[in-house]
């Protein structure tokens, strides 16, 4: 199976919040990042946190990171729709430079 | 800055032909990784290259090889093509070094659809 997990699909309404979930393998020295992708595109970088952390925030997106349950989550705020997208959540470790282990993506749908 | 840049953007090629895709990263950044993304497999990595050395790879038959350029431009090439090679193959660019949280920022490029037939 895969090393990193999400669910599959989010459908939310404009205005609320998103909260697209994801777990990662056991490591001690990782970087979790969530990347953006919309039809037709390449990957965007969102955001990324360091396995020390618990949380961060960058406008309209929170970053949660519980260790012991090796669970990541991505809250966005104000869902807009332009919001409407795949997001991957993706773990790499240091000792692997390049080699990011990515989930299957949770496609988010944003209804008016 | 210019982001990631891949050549060509589509391709369409024929069972048993090899083909040649093209990866420029960000200025200054001396790493580059390979990844190919299909609905059933998702996101794969195929390999990455770190100043002309392939540093790491994945789990991908001898058909598929890269190189990288002294000015930290990347090729990666696939022999023989077979149908499931149709995919988009992406490339992400990073600095490479183990430095500073920055370091550790990978930007893709916009992928380059590879169809074969």
């Known amino acids: 199976g895969e090393d990193v997990e999400q669910s599959l699909f989010l459908s939310v309404r404009e205005g609320d919040s998103s909260v697209i979930n994801c777990t990662y393998t056991?490591?001690?020295?990782?970087?979790l990042y969530w990347y953006k992708q919309e039809p037709g595109a390449g990957l965007q970088l969102l955001t990324y946190i360091f396995s020390n952390m618990d949380m961060k925030q960058d406008q309209r997106l929170t970053v949660l990171l519980n260790k012991k349950d090796k669970h990541l989550s991505l809250r966005i705020a104000d869902t807009q729709t332009g919001d409407s997208a795949i997001y991957f959540c993706a773990e790499i470790r240091t000792d692997s430079w390049g080699k990011f282990q990515f989930g299957a993506g949770t496609q988010v749908v944003v209804t008016p | 800055k210019a982001g990631v840049t891949q050549t060509p953007r589509y391709l369409i090629k024929t069972r048993g032909q090899q083909v040649t895709l093209s990866c420029s990263p960000i200025?200054?950044?001396?790493?580059v990784s390979w990844y190919q993304q299909t609905p059933g497999q998702g996101l794969q990595f195929l390999f990455e290259?770190?100043?002309?050395?392939?540093?790491n790879k994945g789990n991908f038959p001898g058909r598929f090889s890269g190189r990288q350029f002294s000015n930290s431009r990347s090729e990666m090439n696939v022999s023989t093509l077979e149908l499931g090679d149709s995919a988009l193959y992406l490339c992400?660019?990073?600095?490479?070094?183990?430095?500073?949280?920055?370091?550790?920022?990978?930007?893709f490029g916009p992928g380059t659809r590879l169809t074969v037939t």
């Open positions: 290259y770190f100043s002309e050395t392939q540093r």
């Open positions: 200025s200054g950044h001396r790493s």
């Open positions: 992400a660019s990073s600095s490479g070094l183990a430095g500073t949280i920055l370091d550790y920022e990978q930007y």
């Open positions: 056991d490591s001690s020295s990782t970087y």
